[in-house]
């Protein structure tokens, strides 16, 4: 998910960067078979992915994960599978500090804080999706760690806490510089 800016085939937008998924969401967006079998208006979606990588893939620089790993110091890969096949959360910490990127763990602030049950149509396994939310709200609720999420407005970042039946969301403050 959300791959489009990794550049357009053969031509790679981070050409030194290695790009890293979890096995389950290469087999799967990365597959022609899975492609035919989709609706067609998902088939685009695995196209973007395939163009995507290709590149990085070609140089060697396509490197799949499996499940939760430690990706590099102080960056790990947590698996929360359900949005799609391989939906991975990423955890970055230093100097005791953390940072949770949730990826597509929610599309709607407006909706998805105050009531997290609701899940949406794009979710592979809507199920594991909202069990995975939930938990993931739950745990950054009673942390109080940084989080940030794809569809979050911008900065995208910013801490939560629990209110009645769901939660608040507080972005960080942000400022141009002068
Ligand atoms: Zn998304």
Avoid: C
Avoid at 135 to 159: I, N, S, T, V
């Amino acid at each position: 998910d959300h791959v489009g800016g990794l550049g357009a085939l053969n031509k790679p937008a981070f050409p030194n960067a290695v790009v890293r998924v979890d096995k389950r969401d290469a087999d799967y967006w990365l597959s022609k078979q899975e492609q035919e079998k989709a609706p067609a208006d998902a088939k685009g979606f695995f196209q973007g992915a395939m163009d995507s990588v290709a590149a990085y893939a070609s140089a060697g620089k396509f490197k799949p994960f499996e499940g939760s790993t430690q990706l590099v110091p102080g960056v790990r890969a947590s698996s929360s599978y359900g949005h799609t096949p391989g939906h991975t959360t990423y955890v970055v910490e230093s100097k005791g500090q953390k940072l949770v990127l949730m990826g597509d763990l929610l599309h709607s602030a407006e909706v998805q804080f105050e009531d997290p049950t609701v899940t949406i149509a794009f979710d592979t396994d809507n199920k594991a999706a909202l069990a995975q939310r939930q938990a993931a709200f739950a745990e950054a609720a009673k942390q109080g760690y940084l989080f940030g999420a794809a569809h979050l407005p911008f900065p995208a970042l910013g801490h939560i806490r629990a209110h009645g039946k769901g939660y608040e969301f507080y972005p960080v403050t942000y400022s141009i510089p002068r």
